[in-house]
C-alpha cells in the first residue's frame, strides 16, 4: 500500500514537473513569437518605409525623364499615344507630301535665271553673230525661258507666225513642267486632316463601345478614346499646315517663271524682227 502511495506521488510530481516544463516551453514560444511579431512588424513598417521612399524616387526619376525629354522624344511619345494604325498614313502623306514640295522647290530654284541678263545676251548674240550664236547661248542656259529661245530660234526661218506658234506651243509643255506632281500635293494636303479626322471617329466609336461593354461611364475610358481621337486630329492638321506652305509657295514660283517666260517671248519676237533674222 506504502508503495502504491509512493509510486503515485512520484508519477504526480513527475506529471506536475512535465506540465511546467511544457508551459515554460509554451511561455517561451509565445514570448519568441511576439518578438518575431513585433520585428516583422518593424520589418515591414521599415519595408513600407522603403517601399515609399523608392515610389517617391521613382516618380521623381519618372518627372526627370519627362522634363528631360527631347522634342523628336515627345514626338515619338505622342505618335504610339496617339495609336500607329492610325497616326502612319497620316505620316505617310506628309512624307510623300514633303518629298514631292522639295522637288518642286528644286526644279524651279534651278529653272530661274537672270532673264534681263539672257535676253541681253541674246540680243547681242543676233547682233554679232546672228541666229547659230543666238542658239548656241541658249542651248547653255537652264530653264523653261531658255528653252523657249531655243524653239523660237530654231524656226526663225519659217516666219514671225511660226516662230509666235512655237513658242506658245512650248511655253503650254513647259507650263506642264513646271506644275508636274501639284495634284499629288493638293491630294495629300486633302487627305492628311480627313484620315486625321477619321481616327477621330474610330477613337470615339472605339471609346462608346468601351462605355457599352463596362456598363458605366469611366473617364479612363473615355479619356483613351478622346486622346487617341485628339492627337490624329492635330497631327492630320500639323501635316495639312506644313504641306499647304510648301504648296502656295510652289504655286507663286510658278506664276512668277510663267510670267518671265510670257514676257520673254514677246521680246524675242521683238528681237528677231529688230535683227531681221525672220520673215
Do not use: H
Not at 513598417?45 to 521613382?58: C, I, Q, R, S, W
Not at 486625321?196 to 473615355?222: C, H, K, N, R, Y
Not at 517666260?261 to 519676237?269: F, K, P, R
Amino acid at each position: 500500500m506504502k508503495n502504491m502511495i509512493k509510486s503515485f506521488a512520484f508519477l504526480f510530481v513527475m506529471t506536475l514537473g512535465l506540465t511546467f516544463n511544457l508551459s515554460a516551453q509554451e511561455d517561451a514560444s509565445d514570448l519568441a513569437g511576439v518578438e518575431n511579431t513585433v520585428a516583422t512588424g518593424d520589418a515591414g513598417v521599415l519595408d513600407a518605409a522603403k517601399d515609399g521612399n523608392l515610389k517617391t524616387e521613382n516618380g521623381e526619376k519618372k518627372e526627370e525623364k519627362k522634363a528631360d525629354l527631347s522634342f523628336s522624344q515627345k514626338l515619338k511619345q505622342k505618335f504610339i499615344q496617339g495609336d500607329p494604325l492610325w497616326m502612319t498614313p497620316v505620316l505617310l502623306c506628309l512624307i510623300i507630301g514633303m518629298a514631292l514640295s522639295i522637288e518642286r522647290v528644286v526644279y524651279l530654284n534651278l529653272s530661274t535665271i537672270d532673264t534681263k541678263k539672257f535676253k541681253q545676251n541674246i540680243e547681242d548674240a543676233l547682233k554679232n553673230g546672228g541666229v547659230e550664236a543666238a542658239l548656241e547661248v541658249a542651248r547653255n542656259t537652264r530653264g523653261p525661258i531658255a528653252s523657249i529661245y531655243y524653239q523660237g530660234l530654231s524656226r526663225a526661218d519659217e516666219g514671225v507666225d511660226v516662230v509666235e506658234k512655237s513658242i506658245i506651243s512650248y511655253g503650254g509643255v513647259q507650263n506642264g513642267l513646271l506644275e508636274k506632281g501639284m495634284t499629288w500635293l493638293q491630294l495629300f494636303i486633302a487627305l492628311s486632316p480627313m484620315l486625321g479626322f477619321l481616327g477621330t471617329v474610330i477613337g470615339m466609336i472605339q471609346a462608346f463601345e468601351q462605355i457599352v461593354e463596362d456598363g458605366q461611364v469611366s473617364p479612363i475610358t473615355v479619356a483613351g478614346g478622346i486622346q487617341v481621337s485628339l492627337l490624329t486630329t492635330v497631327f492630320g492638321l500639323i501635316s495639312a499646315i506644313i504641306l499647304q506652305i510648301f504648296y502656295n509657295y510652289i504655286t507663286s514660283k510658278v506664276d512668277g517663271i510663267v510670267n518671265e517666260m510670257e514676257e520673254a517671248s514677246i521680246s524675242l519676237i521683238d528681237m528677231m524682227l529688230a535683227n531681221k533674222v525672220t520673215k
